[in-house]
């Protein structure tokens, strides 16, 4: 007998079955094998949420939550933090490797030339209230590009399709942009062609009546970091969504509308916003020893500590931390750093939290970065999204290349009535009709 199967043995008829393991999991369709009688569907896997089923086989990103890793596509996300760019990153994610020079500044050119919107969205963002939520204007104006680009469906053709990917990656920045500009009732700041990836939405974000908006490249780099640590997580919730709508082969930009609809969540894309609130209402460090006594007693959750992956410290949460103090530098100090930082002392400290594994995540630090550069609240799960649509695209483009991946389509264990007439009253009024 193989050494790399799995023997079960069904106690109800006292079968056994034999399954072939491969990547430390089984194919969940040889559960169906396991019957009771001829007539039986067999047994299927029950896994709300996907917390142990693996959808996809995946070559871009890897976590070891027990370790604290995170590398893309082989890569450790310290280094590419510390010595990439994110258009060299958005690069690696989707073709596999980092790119040469050459290569860089043909994908760098691609993603520059379309960074203009189609004035048509620009009018429809325009059009939305002032104080609508960012993220439905988001996907809202995604979705709208599908009608600019009808030749987008065409998912055969390889070329037309990276010309999506270039467009959607390019145009992001431009899209959140112009939506933070209408919510502030400013008017739009077009793409500066000279300047990066970051400064340039830098720009069309606070640029106001100078001429030419010069960027502050601690400002800058922080940005480009940032985008590079939310750029990819593996098959999280927005992730999950757009492979799952993208089985159905929409063109990208559905595809990307539905994973933005994830992502606008208060669960995923809103958590860094929800620490903000959390340390603001702490206040002050003396108040943080009775705030941590209400965690421990259930009132509530302590906001950016602990994830559903990790259960050691957050590779990304040691980076954030330190690009916080960089960029305290450069802008106004902020109190709530200084609750944070002992905030966490504290809770590292103490046994209720270490045992059960929980500590800083991604959303603890990088709200308040945000928030020292100048963005709202509101618009923290934009910035997220600009950043995660690289991650996005590169997935879609993997799963439209497995010859595995089938439309989604889960099963589910049906619970409700079993076949039953309807009563006599109701079949008797239908007849007098």
């Known amino acids: ?49 996907f917390k142990n089923t693996a959808s996809c086989k995946s070559r871009i990103t890897f976590i070891d939550g027990e370790k ?29 490797e980092l790119p040469s020079q050459n290569q860089l500044e043909e994908w760098e050119n691609q993603v520059n030339r379309h960074r203009i919107i189609p004035e048509g969205i620009a009018d429809l963002i325009r059009n939305f209230r002032y104080d609508g939520h960012p993220m439905g204007m988001l996907m809202s104006a995604v979705a709208g590009m599908s009608s600019y680009f009808p030749e987008a469906a065409d998912l055969d053709d390889l070329d037309v399709r990276h010309e999506q990917v270039y467009r959607l990656i390019g145009a992001m920045p431009t899209l959140a942009a112009f939506i933070h500009r209408h919510r502030c009732s400013l008017p ?57 709508v993208g089985s159905s082969r929409p063109d990208p930009y559905c595809a990307t509308a539905a994973a933005i609809a994830a992502l606008s ?12 609130r959390m340390l603001a209402e702490i206040g002050s460090i003396d108040q943080i020893p009775a705030y941590i006594e209400r965690v421990k007693n259930g009132e509530f959750r ?25 960029v305290f530098k450069e802008t106004r100090s ?32 990088s709200g308040l970065i945000y928030q020292a550069m100048g963005f709202p609240t509101e618009i923290f799960p934009v910035l997220f999204a600009v950043a995660r649509t690289s991650g996005w695209l590169s997935q879609w483009e993997e799963m439209l290349n497995d010859p595995e991946q089938k439309i989604a389509r889960p099963r589910q264990i049906y619970l409700g009535e079993q076949a039953r007439d309807l009563p006599d009253w109701k079949r008797e009024a239908c007849r007098a009709k």
């Open 1 to 49: 007998m193989s050494r790399d199967t799995l023997t079960i043995k069904d106690n109800r008829t006292g079968e056994k079955y034999e399954i072939e393991i491969g990547h430390g999991t089984i194919p969940s369709i040889e559960l169906r094998k396991i019957k009771v009688s001829e007539d039986d569907f067999g047994l299927m896997a029950y896994d709300p949420g």
């Open 68 to 96: 604290g890793i995170l590398r893309y596509r082989g890569y450790p996300i310290e280094q590419l933090a510390e010595y990439c760019s994110f258009l060299e990153v958005a690069y690696l994610l989707f073709n596999g």
């Open 188 to 244: 739009a700041v077009y793409p500066d062609a000279d300047l990066s990836y970051p400064g340039n939405f830098l720009s069309m974000v606070f640029k106001m009546d100078e001429p030419r908006y010069e960027v502050n490249p601690v400002l800058e780099k922080a940005l480009d970091i940032l985008f590079i640590l939310h750029a990819d997580h593996e098959q999280n919730c927005s992730t999950n969504s757009i492979r799952s």
């Open 265 to 276: 969540g208060p669960l995923h894309g809103g958590a860094n916003e929800a620490v903000l």
């Open 302 to 326: 302590l906001m950016g500590f602990g994830h559903r992956v990790y259960k050691n410290y957050d590779p990304r949460a040691k980076i954030i931390k330190e690009l916080a103090h960089q």
């Open 334 to 365: 902020n109190p709530l750093l200084d609750v944070a930082l002992k905030l966490e002392e504290i809770a590292l400290e103490d046994s209720y939290f270490v045992d059960r594994k929980l500590y800083p995540n991604v959303d603890f630090y």
